[in-house]
RNA sequence: CGGGGCGUGGUGUAAUGGUAGCACGAAUGCUUUGGGAGCAUUUAGCCCGAGUUCGAAUCUCGGCGCCCCGACCA
């Protein structure tokens, strides 16, 4: 991609109101753009980072047997009704609609009552069990107070799986297996996590669980033993900080925290509610045993900024950046601008000729087929040294390369990573090799 | 929903009752080019409504919006 064309510029200044470091970041980078509080357009950086995160889910999520689908936002109210739903709890926080008088729908928060009726069509035996569905979807609610950016919002991105199991010992084995999962994905996404003891929330007498991580812009506070033997959340920790950890004996820690994802054994609740019952080995109608996983995709990105970032701006783990390589061009002479070109041609095997459009990204591709490496190019002309690293350091891609009269001098570019200090020259001809 | 803070060009800000100004951005031209460059010209603004006043960005009331704290958060 060449920045000279890509539909988002970066802004000096930080909006004024934004006080999370998400928000301030993102904004600056043009990732995001703010339409009202807790609910933002993703703009092309900001969409490659959210694909980029939706597919590390989905890949995780086919590996663990997961089935993709995709539910309707617009929710009838008399599944609510059944579970209660409409009034207490999640419907609450629901946005609800009215069609004509008397006819309401809800926007979805959640889909549990959705996805259990359709379970209870389909599923009439224990040779259709065990199932697990999950969708990647808008989600809606109605937040009291949205805040933090992309942490808290009205309107966010959500992973929402679903596991149907025929005995209760199926069900315990899948829930560990999710729970590999999301240790997974959350690592893959450059998240260190703390698996979080929570409130039952009315699904469960014990707990449910969080994957929290550990930062100062979360809204959580979580009670832990740093070997990771132990932690609660503190709303409901019967320990505190400097307590002993049970296992371990070492003194608890206490700290601020992102709930990145959460997972909920939900027993028969839904199931009795939808009347979902199969026929087991034995003749006899038995109600399904559900589980339900979350992750939220939009937050995790805030999370991300949240953790990973220096006072120049963000610092994308390799996975998930929107780009792999930043490559930018000073001095506008014909010389290095025939080099840069040639190298963004070269990395970039597929990489578009100069067009009156962006384009898509190399993450995209064209035509199906994607990059030999994902190159956001900054050849613009009009800008000065000291403002392409600026912009490189606020959007945060991995790996930096820089073609100038200098590095051209010695037939190299030079090659810093975002992470490191480090500066190194390396030969145009070994780039490639480098690189990969 | 309670408490606090705040609404001035696209962004950041100044003017506190008397001509809305500055910087960045954007546009044109020239000069520049290793950390947000220079000169010239141009562009664009007082959240909405009511009130007080000769006169309101400024004071009062109401509304709307944003941020923060709390309550809430499957």
Redesign the pocket.
């Known amino acids: 991609m060449r920045q000279s064309q890509l539909f988002t510029?970066?802004?000096?200044?930080?909006?004024?109101?934004?006080?999370?470091v998400n928000a301030k970041l993102l904004l600056?980078g043009g990732f995001i753009h703010k339409e009202?509080?807790?609910v933002y357009t993703f703009l092309p950086l900001g969409f490659l980072v959210l694909r980029k995160i939706e597919n590390i889910i989905r890949e995780e999520m086919n590996r663990i047997g997961g089935q993709e689908i995709l539910m309707p936002v617009l929710q009838p109210k008399y599944l609510w009704q059944k579970t209660g739903r409409w009034k207490k709890?999640?419907g609450?926080?629901m946005y609800k609609t009215l069609d004509s008088p008397g006819k309401e729908f809800a926007l979805g928060p959640?889909h549990e009552e959705i996805l259990t009726n359709i379970i209870s069509k389909y599923v009439k035996s224990y040779l259709d069990l065990p199932l697990a569905i999950y969708q990647i979807q808008t989600k809606f609610r109605k937040?009291?107070?949205?805040?933090?950016g992309l942490l808290?919002g009205r309107e966010f991105g959500?992973k929402?799986l679903y596991s149907f199991h025929p005995t209760e010992q199926d069900f315990k084995n899948y829930y560990n297996l999710v729970k590999k999962s999301y240790f997974r994905i959350l690592k893959r996404c450059g998240l260190k996590t703390i698996f979080t003891e929570a409130?039952g929330?009315?699904?469960t007498e014990g707990f449910t669980h969080e994957f929290q991580v550990i930062s100062q812009g979360g809204?959580d506070t979580i009670v832990y033993c740093s070997s990771f033997h132990f932690s609660q959340n503190k709303?409901i920790s019967k320990s505190k900080k400097g307590d002993q950890c049970p296992v371990c004996k070492k003194i608890l820690k206490q700290s601020k925290s992102i709930e990145a994802g959460?997972i909920?054994p939900l027993g028969t609740k839904y199931s009795r509610a939808m009347r979902a019952f199969f026929i087991n080995k034995d003749g006899k109608k038995k109600l399904i045993i559900m589980g339900?996983y979350?992750i939220?995709i939009s937050r995790m990105m805030g999370a991300v900024v949240e953790v990973f970032h220096d006072e120049?701006g963000i610092i994308w783990p390799k996975e998930i950046a929107p780009f792999q390589i930043h490559l930018i061009e000073?001095?506008?002479t014909r010389e290095v601008k025939k080099a840069a070109e040639k190298l963004y041609q070269d990395l970039s095997s597929f990489a578009p000729r100069k067009r009156s459009y962006g384009g898509p990204t190399e993450a995209f591709g064209i035509g199906g087929q994607k990059a030999n490496f994902e190159v956001l190019y900054d050849d613009r002309?009009?800008k000065?040294?000291?403002?392409k690293?600026?912009?490189?350091?606020?959007i945060g891609i991995p790996t930096r390369l820089?073609v100038?009269?200098?590095?051209l001098a010695k037939n190299s570019v030079?090659i810093k990573k975002r992470r490191e200090k480090k500066?190194r020259l390396v030969k145009i001809n070994n780039i490639k090799q480098t690189l990969s």
């Open positions: 510029k970066t802004q000096k200044e930080t909006p004024r109101d934004e006080k999370s600056r009202m509080a807790g709890g999640i609450e926080v959640t937040e009291p107070r949205a805040r933090s808290r959500m929402d409130s929330a009315g699904f809204e709303e959460n909920f339900s979350g939220g120049k000073i001095e506008n002309i009009e000065t040294a000291g403002e690293f600026a912009d490189c350091d606020l820089v100038s009269e200098r590095t030079e500066i």
